[in-house]
C-alpha cells in the first residue's frame, strides 16, 4: 500500500500499480464528471477542491471507490503529494458569471496561484499537466467562429475580466512552464458546456432557464436574446478532455459543440420540452456579455478525432430530468 500525504496532514491510501490522475476541482460540475471518466478509464484518482464552487454530493456516489480519494485543499497553497503522479488535471476554479461577480479575488488567485502550484506538482512528479482554460480568452469576439489562432478581445478591467485574464494568465504560465523547464502540458479551451451536476443558482442559461421553466416562473432573457451560444453536453466535452491529454499535442485546442443558437431560441426550447407555460422575460445584458460563441473545432477533429455526439434535445432532457429530481427533493 501506498500512502498519500497532503501537507497538512491528510492522509490516504492506496494501491499503486495504477495511473495515478490528480484532478484539482474535482468536486466541481465538469471535474466530477471528469473524476468519473479517470476512473472507468483504470486511472487512480485523487481529487482535490476546497469546496467554495464544488459540491461533495457530485463525489460521493465514489466514495466506496478504493481508487478515489478526495482531498479538501485549495490549491493556491502548497500542495505536496509524496508519491507517483503521472497526470494533472488542473480545473480548480469559479467558473460562472456569479461566481465572478461574489469571488473576483479568488478567481484571479486560482488562475495565477493555483496553476503556478499545479504546475510546481508537475514539475516535481515529472506529470502532464492539461489546463482546462475557457472560451472567455476570447472575449467578446471580432472573429466568428472562434478559431484558436485568434487572440481575443477582453477588457481586462471589466467584471468579467477577472475570469478571463486568470485563464489568459493561466495559460502563459502553462506555456512558458513548457518551453523552460520542460514540462509536458496540454490547453484545452471549454466552451458552454451543460448536463446533471450544473449548479442550480450559478448564473449560467442552462440551469436558469431549466429551474425557471419547471417552477413556472419567468424565463430571464438577457438584452433581447439574439447573441448567440453553442452548447455542448458535458459527456462529449470529457471525452475531448481526455483525448487532448493523451495526445502530443502542446498548444491551445478548442473543445465545445459548433451547432450555434440565440439565447432566445434556446430559452423557448428549453420551455417545449419541460411542457412548461412559462414566459421570457427581458432584462438588461450583463457589461461584457459576449454577443457571439461559437467554436471552430477544426484542430480537434484533425488532431484527436473528436467532435460531439450527444444532440441537443437528448442532452437537455438528461439535465431537465435531473434538475427535475433536485425539484421532487426539495433541493432546489
Not at 30 to 36: P, V
Not at 37 to 51: E, M, P, S, T
Amino acid at each position: 500500500m501506498v500512502r498519500l500525504r497532503l501537507h497538512g496532514g491528510n492522509v490516504v491510501s492506496s494501491s499503486s500499480s495504477k495511473v495515478v490522475s490528480v484532478v484539482t476541482g474535482g468536486a466541481g460540475f465538469l471535474g466530477s464528471h471528469l473524476c468519473d471518466y479517470l476512473l472507468a478509464k483504470g486511472h487512480r484518482v485523487i481529487c482535490l477542491d476546497n469546496l467554495i464552487t464544488g459540491n461533495v454530493a457530485n463525489i460521493e456516489h465514489l466514495s466506496g471507490n478504493a481508487d478515489f480519494r478526495f482531498i479538501k485543499h485549495d490549491v493556491t497553497e502548497y500542495l505536496y503529494l509524496p508519491d507517483a503522479v503521472n497526470y494533472i488535471f488542473h480545473f480548480a476554479s469559479p467558473a460562472s458569471p456569479i461566481d465572478y461577480l461574489e469571488l473576483p479575488i479568488q478567481t484571479l488567485k486560482v488562475g495565477a496561484l493555483g496553476t503556478h502550484k499545479a504546475l510546481g506538482l508537475a514539475r516535481a512528479k515529472k506529470a502532464r499537466l492539461l489546463l482546462a482554460s475557457t472560451s472567455e480568452v476570447y472575449g467578446d469576439p471580432l472573429v466568428h467562429p472562434q478559431p484558436e489562432t485568434y487572440w481575443g478581445n477582453v477588457n481586462p478591467i471589466g467584471p468579467r475580466g477577472v475570469y478571463d485574464e486568470a485563464k489568459r494568465f493561466a495559460e502563459a504560465m502553462v506555456m512558458a512552464y513548457h518551453r523552460f523547464h520542460g514540462v509536458e502540458t496540454r490547453i484545452v479551451r471549454i466552451f458552454n458546456t451543460y448536463g446533471p451536476r450544473m449548479r442550480p443558482k450559478d448564473g449560467r442559461v442552462v440551469p436558469a432557464f431549466i429551474v425557471q421553466a419547471l417552477k413556472g416562473e419567468p424565463m430571464t432573457v438577457f438584452g433581447d436574446g439574439h447573441q448567440t451560444r453553442s452548447f455542448c453536453y458535458v459527456s462529449d466535452l470529457i471525452e475531448g478532455i481526455y483525448r487532448l491529454q493523451m495526445s502530443d499535442h502542446s498548444e491551445p485546442v478548442n473543445i465545445g459543440n459548433p451547432r450555434e443558437m440565440n439565447v432566445l431560441q434556446f430559452a423557448e426550447k428549453i420551455r417545449d420540452l419541460c411542457k412548461s407555460s412559462s414566459k421570457i422575460e427581458h432584462k438588461a445584458l450583463p457589461v461584457d456579455d459576449p454577443k457571439v460563441r461559437q467554436p471552430n473545432i477544426s484542430k480537434a477533429k484533425k488532431l484527436l478525432g473528436w467532435e460531439p455526439k450527444m444532440d441537443l434535445e437528448t442532452g437537455l432532457q438528461l439535465t431537465i430530468d435531473y434538475f427535475r429530481a433536485l425539484i421532487t427533493r426539495g433541493q432546489i
